[in-house]
């Protein structure tokens, strides 16, 4: 994992103290001291800009933060139905 998008997850939260390996363990194996990827994923969609996601995350980074599971925890919902469009795009 390169620097940039560790350092991207990172600035995600900026409200905790979490450390490199602690980003790296989130993305590795889903969890790290209550912080999910789930959730880490869910706050890049609502958060940053589609580009800047789809340059910084791997394909299956990318393909599991348009699953189902995160979608449905984005707010507003017009931010849920744009990126579920999105979704239809690159995967159906």
Not at 17 to 22: A, G, L, M, P
Not at 51 to 61: A, G, N, R
Request: charged share 30%; net charge positive; hydrophobic share 35%.
């Amino acid at each position: 994992m390169d620097s940039d998008t560790i350092n991207f997850f990172k600035s995600l939260y900026w409200d905790y103290q979490v450390s490199e390996e602690n980003i790296i363990t989130i993305i590795e194996s889903g969890e790290c001291n209550g912080l999910t990827r789930k959730n880490m994923l869910s706050r890049a969609l609502k958060s940053r800009r589609w580009y800047e996601i789809k340059k910084i995350l791997p394909p299956d980074l990318l393909e599991e933060a348009l699953s189902e599971d995160v979608l449905k925890t984005l707010f507003p919902k017009s931010l849920s139905r744009q990126y579920y469009y999105v979704k239809k795009l690159l995967y159906q």
